[in-house]
């Protein structure tokens, strides 16, 4: 999304307890959590929040007070936070193609869900700052939504990605070439059937450990 829409850093989130680290991008040192943004043709500003670590436990409820607190002040209208989601049981022609549903904090959100024809998520979980921010989002009467997109528990989900991107597209009503994402989704499943095929002859040819029973 931020090359998409031409969005720069504007700023960044900051904390003591975050990882010591710089993530160095094209010779440049970033913060890990960062803040985008731009305007665009339709008139409207979009702000993104982009992290490179997924934040513990305790830090959850801060960062997420955190953010309501700069989107408020910044009197933001309304904020879609995406959240990766494990379906067991499908096979591999369904894990082709990622689902996308959807949940708002308030009614107005939630009829909108409705016109734009996205599947809602009925029953269930959903944790983390995504959570969070729903409920935030309910109790102070902001409009939050929580993408939920099926997503390989074990490595980078470029098609969910997509997905995401395809549901925040209709719901902001922009325009964004998603692509790029499906070709790094075909080139990372590439990358992993070699590492399998790599793989099986070693697995193959080594012997299996055998039980010792006097250790």
């Given at each position: 999304m931020i090359d998409a829409l031409n969005l720069k850093q504007i700023g960044a989130l900051d904390s003591g307890e975050f990882p010591a680290l710089s993530v160095v991008h094209t010779g440049e040192p970033l913060s890990p959590v960062r803040i985008y943004a731009g305007d665009q043709p339709s008139g409207h500003r979009i702000v993104v929040f982009?992290?490179?670590?997924?934040?513990?436990?305790?830090?959850i409820n801060q960062i997420s007070s955190a953010?309501?607190?700069?989107?408020?002040?910044?009197?933001?209208?309304?904020?879609?936070?995406?959240?990766?989601?494990?379906?067991?049981?499908?096979?591999?022609?369904?894990?082709?193609?990622?689902?996308?549903?959807?949940i708002g904090s308030t009614n107005g959100v939630r009829q909108m869900l409705v016109m734009k024809n996205i599947p809602q998520f009925k029953n269930g979980i959903i944790a983390g700052v995504s959570g969070v921010l729903l409920n935030k989002g309910k109790q102070s009467a902001f409009d939050v939504i929580s993408i939920l997109t099926e997503a390989h528990p074990k490595y980078p989900d470029a098609r969910a990605a997509a997905a995401a991107i395809n549901?925040?597209?209709?719901?902001?009503?922009?325009?964004?070439?998603?692509?790029?994402?499906?070709?790094?989704?075909?080139?990372?499943?590439?990358?992993?059937?070699?590492?399998?095929?790599q793989a099986k002859p070693m697995v193959s040819s080594t012997r299996a450990p055998q039980p010792n029973m006097y250790g």
């Amino acid at each position: 999304m931020i090359d998409a829409l031409n969005l720069k850093q504007i700023g960044a989130l900051d904390s003591g307890e975050f990882p010591a680290l710089s993530v160095v991008h094209t010779g440049e040192p970033l913060s890990p959590v960062r803040i985008y943004a731009g305007d665009q043709p339709s008139g409207h500003r979009i702000v993104v929040f982009v992290s490179e670590f997924k934040p513990k436990p305790h830090l959850i409820n801060q960062i997420s007070s955190a953010i309501m607190k700069w989107a408020k002040e910044k009197q933001c209208k309304m904020m879609i936070s995406p959240e990766g989601m494990v379906v067991e049981g499908k096979n591999a022609e369904e894990e082709s193609i990622a689902e996308a549903y959807a949940i708002g904090s308030t009614n107005g959100v939630r009829q909108m869900l409705v016109m734009k024809n996205i599947p809602q998520f009925k029953n269930g979980i959903i944790a983390g700052v995504s959570g969070v921010l729903l409920n935030k989002g309910k109790q102070s009467a902001f409009d939050v939504i929580s993408i939920l997109t099926e997503a390989h528990p074990k490595y980078p989900d470029a098609r969910a990605a997509a997905a995401a991107i395809n549901v925040i597209a209709s719901i902001i009503d922009i325009e964004i070439n998603v692509a790029p994402l499906y070709e790094e989704s075909e080139r990372i499943e590439q990358q992993l059937q070699k590492f399998h095929q790599q793989a099986k002859p070693m697995v193959s040819s080594t012997r299996a450990p055998q039980p010792n029973m006097y250790g």
